[in-house]
């Protein structure tokens, strides 16, 4: 029984303590520093770092190696110190390879820094040259617009200034025309066209209250033509009313002048006037009486005096044809008393010659007793009727 | 006096040779003193130094290497002070070339960062560069442009 016993024990504690013997103959786990080492060795730069810093990365290597021995001993903390500093060197030799990389780098960026640097000189001076070209020609070409601009507003202030001065003008010769319109209308007014030449008249009228609208809307074109029309018209209407107005105020003025004559006329001392028309014409005979004895052909004494202011009349109005005509009672052969009555007519005409009458204005004819003017019976009949007739005649 | 002297000249004699008796002893003990002191001023020189590496590492680029010097000055203090003062200048040694291995990342740091500078600096250069020469090439063509107008 005991035996049994002790046999199961042992086949019982077998398997423990053979864990136990295997456990203790296996390679102990890696110390963390040296998984580190290990882990640095395989870092991209290891190959450069050596190549550059062979011997800090030997030195590396041989703490390393001495640290994996270590640990193949189970010496772990001796394996652990080694991998430290194994570790270490190989930092450190990384450290300086970055170094080494960076100072490269930095005389590489430098160059390109100073490469850059002047190309950015040469970029900035060209960019200079060519803004400052740009400043110029964009001066150029505001100076150009500057002087395109005032040219065109000279050119504008040109046309406007022509333009006033031709619209100026216009008016001017507008007004010019509607003057000369207006005094073609007066023209025509003092031969009261209106009158004589209606239709002309009123056609000039209208075209200038024509001519005057369309100068209200400033039509100065328009209005100058009606403003020539108008006066056209005028001057037609004046030229076709004169005569008929001539001739009308010619009557009236040899109205008025006969009327002066008579009026003058009556005005003479010591003669009998009298008013009287023959045929066309009219006559205002003066007549004289006493200026002869009996049968007398001149002048009595002092009668001379009495044909003064038949003179002065004769020669006031001298448009006027005058008869001197001598008349007779009937007491004598009328052949005699004719001749009788054209002495005493010659007489009476040479007195007015005398005083300044001119000769050719007076026709001189004796006409007897044909025609007396009161009974020859009486004695102040016939003393009425031996007269010397001064006749104005006139139409 | 004689007497007195020769008391005296005993006890000196006693007292000297005590003397030399504890200088003999004592002797290992000072020398280990001696030692502690030179490995205190070495982890005080390496601390100092440390020091100066943190501010100098302004990228913190070292930070975890001079933690870990910090870490390991730290150990070298505790074995000093167990009296162990071969494992304590073993981790010394480790260290200083952790210190050298410090001052190389910084400096590679600093490069590192001088070359970023001047990188970012010659990229500036190289970005201000193609805008002048896009500038340029604008004026150029403006300029024909002008060219054009004023020659109408």
Known sequence: ?395 | MILTYRKTGTSLRIGGALVALLFTASAPLTAHADEEDDIQRQIDIQKAGASDLEHLDRSHAAAPDLQRLRDWLGAAWDLRNKHASDEAREVLERCMAQAELVRQVIAAAQLKTQVAEREAKLASTKAETDKKKKALQDAQIKKQTLDAAVSK
Not at chain 1, 109 to 130: C, G, H, N, P
Not at chain 1, 185 to 197: H, I, N, S
Request: with cysteine; proline share 4%; aromatic share 4%.
């Open chain 1, 1 to 395: 029984m005991r035996s049994v016993s002790s046999r199961f024990i042992r086949w019982l504690a077998a398997p423990p303590a053979l864990a136990l013997w295997l456990g203790a103959c296996a390679t102990p786990p890696k110390p963390t520093a040296l998984v580190s080492y290990e882990d640095l060795k395989r870092d991209p730069g290891m190959e450069d770092a050596r190549r550059r810093f062979p011997d800090l990365v030997g030195s590396s290597d041989q703490y390393g190696d001495r640290a994996t021995k270590e640990w193949e001993s189970n010496n772990l903390e001796d394996s652990t110190r080694a991998a430290l500093l194994a570790e270490i060197k190989l930092k450190t030799a990384l450290a300086r390879n970055s170094q080494e990389q960076s100072k490269a780098r930095l005389q590489s960026v430098t160059a390109d820094q100073t490469k850059a640097d002047e190309t950015l000189a040469s970029v900035d001076k060209d960019l200079a040259s060519v803004t400052e070209q740009i400043k110029l020609m964009e001066k150029n070409v505001q100076a150009e617009a500057d002087k395109k601009r005032l040219t065109e507003q000279l050119a504008n202030d040109q046309k406007r200034a022509n333009d006033e001065r031709d619209k100026l003008s216009q008016q001017l010769a507008t007004e010019e025309k509607r003057a000369a319109a207006q005094l073609a209308l007066r023209t025509a007014d003092t031969v009261e066209a209106g009158k004589y030449a209606a239709a002309e008249y009123g056609a000039a009228s209208s075209m200038l209250a024509k001519a005057d609208a369309e100068i209200k809307q400033g039509n100065w074109q328009a209005a100058q033509a009606s403003l020539d029309v108008a006066k056209g018209r005028a001057d037609r209407a004046a030229e076709l009313s004169k005569p008929s107005y001539e001739q009308a105020a010619q009557a009236t003025q040899n109205k008025a002048r006969d009327e002066a004559l008579a009026r003058d006329a009556a005005a003479l001392p010591g003669v009998a006037v009298r008013i009287e028309r023959r045929g066309e014409l009219q006559r205002l005979v003066i007549a004289i009486q006493d200026l002869f004895g009996r049968s007398q052909t001149t002048l009595q004494p002092g009668r001379d005096d009495a044909l003064e202011p038949v003179a002065r009349l004769i020669s006031k109005y001298p448009s006027y044809p005058v008869q001197v005509v001598g008349h007779t009672d009937n007491r004598g052969k009328p052949g005699e008393l004719i001749a009788l009555s054209q002495a005493r007519a010659q007489s009476v005409f040479s007195s007015l010659v005398s005083k300044g009458v001119e000769a050719r204005r007076l026709m001189v004819s004796g006409q007897g007793p044909n025609e007396p003017i009161a009974d020859n019976k009486s004695g102040p009949g016939r003393a009425k009727n031996s007269r010397v007739e001064i006749i104005f005649l006139y139409h």
